[in-house]
């Protein structure tokens, strides 16, 4: 298979060139702990540093408010069970919505089960979470809102402005997971009025295992990770010199191309999502129309599985992913299908498409035609859809 | 994750179709949990000998390797011996399935034995050792 269309960008990126060159030193020449006191570390420590100061700007925030951590899990867990440790007097209440990812849910789960309580916020068709609802969920014991700043599935752009100024309002901490937005679309926690915010190094061409949590000045939250002094003694560990410096790259680099890219990305999209409605008859878009990530397509085609699709489409050599059952290893489909409302058969039949900077029209096309063959060969092997033309003769 | 024979039957399933005028049809599964496999007998009168098979499917690559492989497996047997067709024998035949898609196997034997049950229902017949279908679309 010489062709490979990667349209996963969601679930990971390459490594920029950039960010790749400036971690080739520290992973070689100067492997030095960066906390230690010879010359030798010095450089690491600069380096650290420096990249610290990238990301600090990139969100409008201070230097000392950026704390590294070993990714978009780690820093969700770190937000969520550090302030509900840290706050357990005033209140044991989370706000948080059903369309987060499993590193916020299944951190709540785990929160529910040591005695907090969390109301999990229902979302519009279009997976929109709405600031009235969380405001008017807000009670006097309730310690954070944690709602996402674009969702990982369906694309869809909170309005995290407005939660912002609500949870600010009533005076209750704000944390955004913003996996999937950081380097992707502009952020400003001043202006957002954002007290936590998670990311990680590997969704916008930066390396694995490596990511930061955003904590703003003056925000108590308990360690989770217990030991030495770095990160001013909140995230104990070695740094990731190599994967701290790599980060840093990939964030000069993805702020310095935002706008661009996200430009040519929103024309391939709406390009790529316009042919598929227009050529494929039962398919529908999830997530909003506009409020949406550049590089997001989620479509349900009707009377067929996902994890058909992405083999045939494998067989073609385009990676892509789907909220079926089959692909989550439950055996229910993606929650946050269900939780815009789709019905399961439908929700089993998504296809989600995440572009990089990189990815063509040609390549969009090329795609689209290999969609409109194997939707329509699954189909003339689906008893569902045998039923559905059986009932419109009728 | 899938052996060559499932990739195999994935990719060219055997016998996918319908039957007109079938002499059983069985659909079991349901959509809520994403598999639904709909199988068609043609049945000799005289020899009770399975002439035709034909399935439909909706579900996952297994689902459907494993409905392709339990009709090339029931083709040309007696209702009798088709009965003897297990989800293991299936399982075999493909050289093995992931253990998360076990289940799929399970639904290609109830698939044949919800065609076999109708197939008895509608001409009166009793085959011994046939329990009615458990799973259908209606579960849902």
Redesign the interface.
């Known amino acids: 298979m010489d062709k490979l269309i990667y349209l996963d960008n969601a679930a990971t990126t390459s490594l920029g060139q950039e960010a790749l060159e400036e971690m080739m030193p520290y992973l070689k020449e100067n492997y030095s702990n960066p906390s230690s006191v010879y010359g030798f570390a010095q450089k690491g420590k600069k380096a650290v540093e420096d990249a610290r100061g990238v990301i600090a700007a990139a969100l409008g925030a201070k230097d000392r408010e950026i704390y590294f951590t070993g990714g978009g899990s780690e820093s969700d867990n770190w937000a969520l069970k550090g302030v509900a440790a840290a706050l357990q007097d005033k209140g044991k209440h989370i706000i948080t919505s059903k369309i987060e990812h499993h590193a916020v849910l299944h951190t709540c789960g785990y929160l529910e089960r040591q005695g907090y309580e969390v109301t999990y916020l229902d979302v519009d068709e279009n997976g929109l979470v709405s600031p009235e609802a969380v405001e008017a969920s807000i009670r006097p014991d309730t310690i954070l809102i944690s709602i996402m700043f674009a969702n990982n599935e369906i694309g869809t752009i909170e309005p995290i402005e407005k939660i912002g100024e609500v949870a600010s309002r009533h005076k209750v901490l704000f944390h955004t997971d913003a996996v999937q937005a950081f380097g992707h679309i502009p952020i400003d926690v001043e202006k957002m009025h954002i007290d936590l915010l998670s990311a990680s190094g590997h969704k916008f061409h930066g390396p694995k295992g490596i990511g930061f949590l955003y904590i703003k000045d003056g925000v108590k939250l308990d360690s989770l990770i217990h030991g030495g002094a770095q990160e001013r003694s909140r995230r104990a560990g070695t740094h990731n010199v190599p994967g701290i410096v790599g980060i840093g790259a990939a964030v000069q680099s993805a702020i310095q191309k935002m706008q661009a890219n996200a430009e040519k990305e929103t024309a391939i999209r709406d390009y790529a999502i316009d042919r598929i409605l227009k050529e494929v008859p039962y398919a529908r878009l999830n997530g909003d129309r506009t409020e949406r990530l550049p590089n997001n397509i989620n479509i349900c085609f009707r009377f067929i599985e996902g994890e058909s699709m992405l083999i045939m489409l494998d067989q073609k050599g385009i990676c892509a992913s789907s909220g079926s059952a089959c692909t989550s290893g439950s055996l229910d489909p993606s929650h946050v299908l269900l939780a815009i409302g789709l019905p399961h058969e439908i929700a089993h039949g998504s296809l989600r498409m995440t572009l990089s900077e990189e990815t063509t029209k040609e390549d969009m096309d090329y795609v689209i035609d290999s969609i409109k063959q194997i939707v329509e060969r699954l189909r003339s092997m689906s008893p569902l859809y045998e039923d559905f033309v059986r009932s419109n003769q009728q | 994750m899938y052996s060559e024979k499932v ?1 195999d039957h ?2 060219n ?1 055997r016998n ?1 179709g ?1 039957i007109e005028d079938a002499s059983g049809v069985g ?1 079991v599964g349901n ?8 199988i068609y007998l043609d049945i000799d009168e005289e020899t009770k000998v399975i002439k035709d098979c034909k399935f ?9 390797a494993t409905s392709s492989m339990a009709t090339e497996l029931v083709m040309g047997k007696t209702i009798y011996e088709a009965l003897e067709v297990t989800n293991k024998a299936v399982m075999e035949a493909l050289d093995g399935l992931p253990p ?2 076990v289940h799929c196997s399970l639904l290609a034997e109830e698939a044949i034995h919800a065609a076999l049950w109708d197939y008895a229902e509608k001409h009166n017949i009793k085959i011994e050792g046939l329990e009615p279908p458990k799973a259908d679309i209606g579960d ?1």
């Not at chain 2, 439909?56 to 459907?64: I, L, N, R």
Request: proline content about 4%; glycine content about 12%; overall charge positive.
């Open positions: 990739m994935f990719t399933p996918v319908e659909t959509a809520k949990c994403g598999d639904i496999m709909r439909k499917t909706f579900g996952c690559g297994a689902a459907v998360v898609k849902e």
